[in-house]
């Protein structure tokens, strides 16, 4: 298998294994996406990419990791992505969205501002957690769930899977990365909980799971489901490589067909070894010891450090993210790289050669 070979999954098949890593652009109000991201993911199908994956876009507004995160909670934002959507799938992308909750991490700022927690005002609000552990010392403490309220979460998630499908969506990433809502339930970390939620690792999985459940039932039959999970916390005690193949097997069982292998983001202060690729290896194990597809992603930037990790079978696609805001037209560069003719935008063309 290279890079530029077709992929399919279930009824969907991408033009090569170049995904858009989901990448959060700050840019909305109320949720809803604009013009910015419109130009932003059609320059990169335009840019020929055979998967452009929305922004981690909240499935309620206390979803949202800032109060200008893209959100995905009702018909309006599903009207306002269908267009969007349309048009990464006419330049022969596929399109997908990624669904987000980002528990005791929200109500912040944007990155560029600082990124800090913002405590009070309209762009302000209470974060919930597994448990009522804030994410640095010092910051609020969040609203521990209750069973009620996570019942209420996993139909959320549902929710915006129905709206995904409605908007010309054909690839749902579900969010269990990064310390976010999902992945602090899984995290010794952060779940401190002693009801069925919390403790062993059979209870840490129990929501992750009811979410990828109820999603896949939601999210029609034909069409791929994504997971992304941090492989491992870079911290003893915390989350890593075997619980992630145990997960990812549990993940597996219940329909879900691509692991989308990151890691971190569970605490401060994680020793992350990072390299060219570094996070390929958790790709490679998990495909082989869970049998089922992964993605790899983080520091992948050359043609040939992407193609090598196709064909040696270490994952079944890439995902860049800086990358691709360095070069939306990435993928038309490296297949020129590697000696692969791909088609470029007829409006392009006489800048082909
Ligand atoms: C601007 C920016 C926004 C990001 N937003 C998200 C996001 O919404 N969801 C997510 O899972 N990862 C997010 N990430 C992480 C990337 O998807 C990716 O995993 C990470 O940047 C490593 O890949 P890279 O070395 O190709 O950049 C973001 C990264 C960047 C640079």
Redesign the pocket.
């Known amino acids: 298998m290279h890079l530029f070979d077709k992929y399919s999954i279930r009824d969907v098949t991408f033009r090569n294994r170049i995904f858009v890593?989901?990448?959060?652009q700050y840019s909305s109000d109320d949720g809803m996406p604009n013009d910015w991201h419109f130009v932003h993911l059609g320059s990169r199908a335009a840019g020929g990419a055979g998967l452009v994956l929305v922004?981690?876009s909240g499935v309620s507004p206390a979803g949202r990791i800032t109060a200008w995160d893209s959100g995905f909670w009702s018909e309006e934002h599903a009207a306002a992505f269908r267009r969007i959507a349309a048009f990464v799938e006419a330049r022969g992308a596929v399109c997908g969205i990624?669904l987000?909750h980002a528990g005791r991490k929200a109500s912040t700022d944007v990155?560029w501002r600082g990124g800090h927690v913002i405590r009070d005002g309209p762009n302000a609000w209470k974060p919930v957690a597994p448990s009522p552990i804030p994410f640095r010392d010092g910051d609020p403490i969040p609203h521990e769930l209750t069973v009620d309220e996570i019942d209420e979460i996993v139909e959320q998630f549902v929710r915006s899977t129905r709206l995904a499908h409605s908007a010309g969506f054909r690839v749902v990433e579900l969010?269990m990365?990064?310390g976010y809502l999902l992945h602090e339930f899984l995290s010794p970390l952060s779940n401190e909980r002693t009801d069925e939620y919390g403790g062993s690792l059979e209870n840490r999985m129990r929501f992750p799971l009811r979410v990828a459940e109820r999603v896949r039932q939601a999210w029609p039959d034909e069409l791929p489901l994504f997971v992304?999970i941090s492989a491992s916390d870079w911290v003893a005690g915390g989350g890593d490589l075997p619980q992630s193949i145990e997960f990812a097997k549990c993940l597996g069982a219940l329909g879900v067909d691509l692991i989308d292998c990151?890691s971190g983001g569970a605490v401060l202060g994680a020793k992350v070894e990072l390299g060219p690729g570094y996070q390929v290896p958790f790709a490679r194990a998990i495909r082989a010891e869970a049998g089922i597809a992964t993605g790899a992603?983080?520091?992948?930037?050359e043609p040939k450090q992407a193609d090598d990790i196709i064909s040696s079978s270490s994952a079944d696609a890439v995902?860049?993210?800086?990358?691709l805001?360095r070069d939306p037209y990435w993928p038309l560069h490296a297949a020129r790289a590697l000696g692969v003719d791909v088609p470029w935008p007829e409006q392009y063309q006489r800048a082909k050669t």
């Open positions: 890593s989901p990448m959060c922004e981690a990624q987000a990155p969010h990365a990064h992304r990151s992603v983080g520091l992948i930037t995902l860049l993210a800086r990358e805001l």
